[in-house]
Antibody, heavy 119, light 108 residues
Framework: QIQLQQSGARLVKPSETLSVTCAIS??????????WNWIRQSPSGGLEWLGKTAFRSKWTHNYAESVRSRITFTADTSRNEFYLQLDSVTPDDTAVYFC??????????WGQGTLVAVS | SFVLTQPPSLSVAQGQTARLTCGAR??????VHWYQQKPNQAPVLVLFDDSARPSGVSERFSGYNSRDTATLTISRVEVGDEADYFC???????????FGGGTKLTVL
């Protein structure tokens, strides 16, 4: 069974960098048949896709326009983890951040979520 | 690009049928997926590719996608179905995920 385990809640100061870890079990971060994504949910409740990373002979990334200038995804194959880094955060970045596996256009497995407060 | 529109809320009596909609121009040109989210939990996939159910999801959940509206139907609604429901598609042109704003289903 595939499971995604995320790092714990964070309090981040404005202008600093937000970091979240997603540890994968039951699948490989370097799989060629899925991609690994970050999605966030604001306090108002909507879901916002932030981007994806996938290994296709090399690492590829695609980021949402709204955060493209501030976001970086990385992965560690030895730990089977992938990471979200969001720079220059503001209170508008306060949200629950989810990692999720993308396969066939759908998000079939999700992490439990990480609450990040910017204050 | 797609903008997915969902009604913010829907109330249905227990035992009745809930029809949750997700609208966008020519939405039937792509596959639509649906997620159920209960308070303080991650979303869970309940329908994919318009009408397919993941293993373990009740047969009471069904769906279709026609022209400008995709619909998730929940038959014989139960108290346990009370949740937020989000539709989602993958925009192949921009290679991006798109979510609807979500519908809060209340079971009376």
């Amino acid at each position: 069974q595939i499971q995604l385990q995320q790092s714990g809640a964070r309090l981040v100061k404005p202008s600093e960098t937000l970091s979240v870890t997603c540890a994968i079990s039951g699948d490989s971060v370097s799989t060629h048949i899925a991609a690994w994504n970050w999605i966030r949910q604001s306090p108002s409740g909507g879901l916002e896709w932030l981007g994806k990373t996938a290994f296709r002979s090399k690492w590829t990334h695609n980021y949402a326009e709204s955060v493209r200038s501030r976001i970086t995804f990385t992965a560690d194959t030895s730990r089977n983890e992938f990471y979200l880094q969001l720079d220059s955060v503001t209170p508008d970045d306060t949200a629950v951040y989810f990692c999720a596996r993308l396969k066939g256009g759908k998000f079939d497995f999700w992490g439990q979520g990480t609450l990040v407060a910017v204050s | 690009s797609f903008v997915l529109t969902q009604p913010p809320s829907l109330s249905v009596a227990q035992g009745q049928t809930a029809r949750l909609t997700c609208g966008a121009r020519s939405i039937n040109s792509v596959a639509v997926h649906w997620y159920q989210q209960k308070p303080n939990q991650a979303p869970v996939l309940v329908l994919f590719d318009d009408s397919a159910r993941p293993s373990g999801v009740s047969e009471r959940f069904s769906g279709y996608n026609s022209r400008d509206t995709a619909t998730l139907t929940i038959s014989r609604v139960e108290v346990g179905d009370e949740a937020d429901y989000f539709c989602q598609l993958w925009d192949g042109r921009s290679d991006e995920g798109v979510f609807g704003g979500g519908t809060k289903l209340t079971v009376l």
